[in-house]
């Protein structure tokens, strides 16, 4: 009995895997949403700290006219003040479009004035001394920083997606019938659906890290790589079971992927997802809570950036409890469908 139990399983979730890999426009609603974001990212962090500025010296010749943000003008005698030990103005002139830009500028001019009396040494009338302590052991690129929730936004619409459909293909192929006639349990049918769109959705983030790592994107190292495995399994687990009631509750494929894109995306917005939650609005991080989503990349962040185990006993806690009732809405969404 056993035997048949898992066998069946096997069966729906073998059928599912086919009809997935035949289904481009399921590929693309799987994949499109997330490489957007990637792109967006990867953009974003090629112009953040690589804004132009012209350094005028007015006892040189210019080099030529460039399209800059800020001018730094550095005045003919500003040797002999320095030298003289008396003030040297350096003037600044910013075009302040965005507070981004102007503020990466306001900062980087005194830590610039800061290096130079540094560099100076005994010399320096101002005595400077830098004493950095990083809290975490490596630095991580601003694009690479976006690579891990580009990831969990992929958990989510793959699980969502692949989940709704698989099962809302089946009310509305009518095949759904054949199930429900066929010396099958219909906990099988569920069990199968789910462990379908979770399959799908573990091999597509298990490969995008892997993917990261051989492009130096992702690093996770030693026992932490199976750290960030149970995450993505968790997060995908999640989603999934939520794809399931989304599709016996939908039942047509066009909604389906509407909705499941939707609130995968507002999931993910709302767990922080593109930026950095202890610095986002009060209110964000006070919705983040509740949102399994900002577990699953906290959990993440601290395996593949910073082979860190901080929180990760409440970070697996909340996801598998989460994954657990996902799985159960999933299941009692569709014993109600095939009820009706």
Not at 139 to 160: A, C, K
């Amino acid at each position: 009995m056993l035997f048949t139990f898992f066998r069946s399983i096997w069966v729906i979730l073998r059928k599912d895997l086919r009809v997935w890999i035949r289904q481009p426009v399921t590929l693309a609603a799987t994949f499109l949403p997330s490489i957007s974001f990637l792109l967006v990212g990867a953009l974003g962090a090629a112009a953040v700290g690589r804004s132009p500025v012209a350094l005028v010296t007015l006892d040189t010749d210019p080099k030529g006219m460039i399209d800059v943000a800020a001018i730094i003008t550095i005045p003919a005698d500003f040797t002999r003040r320095v030298d003289a030990h008396e003030s040297a103005p350096i003037d600044v002139t910013v075009n302040n479009l965005n507070l981004d830009f102007t503020n990466d500028i306001r900062r980087s001019v005194p830590d610039a004035i800061t290096q130079f009396y540094k560099a100076q040494g005994e010399k320096s009338p101002i005595k400077v001394t830098m004493d950095e302590h990083d809290l975490r052991q490596r630095d991580v690129q601003l694009f690479e920083y976006s690579v891990v929730p580009t990831i969990v936004l992929l958990l989510s619409i793959s699980g969502l997606i692949n989940g709704g459909l698989s099962t809302a293909r089946e009310w509305e192929s009518r095949t759904v019938k054949e199930l429900l006639l066929s010396p099958v349990s219909r906990a099988a049918i569920i069990a199968g659906k789910v462990f379908a769109s979770f399959a799908i959705t573990f091999c597509l983030g298990t490969f995008v890290l892997l993917l990261g790592y051989a492009l130096g994107w992702t690093r996770p190292e030693g026992i932490y790589w199976l750290s960030a495995l149970l995450a993505i399994a968790l997060l995908s687990l999640f989603s999934s079971g939520l794809g399931v009631a989304v599709g016996a509750a939908l039942q047509r494929i066009q909604v389906v992927i509407a909705v499941s894109i939707n609130v995968a995306i507002y999931l993910f917005f709302l767990a922080g997802g593109i930026g950095v939650l202890a610095f986002e609005p009060q209110w964000l991080q006070n919705i983040a809570i509740v949102d399994p989503l900002t577990y699953g990349r906290h959990a993440m962040e601290m395996a593949i950036f910073y082979s860190s185990s901080d929180l990760f006993g409440l970070d697996m806690t909340i996801l598998a409890l989460s994954a657990l009732v996902a799985v159960g809405v999933g299941v009692l969404s569709m014993r109600r469908g095939i009820v009706v």
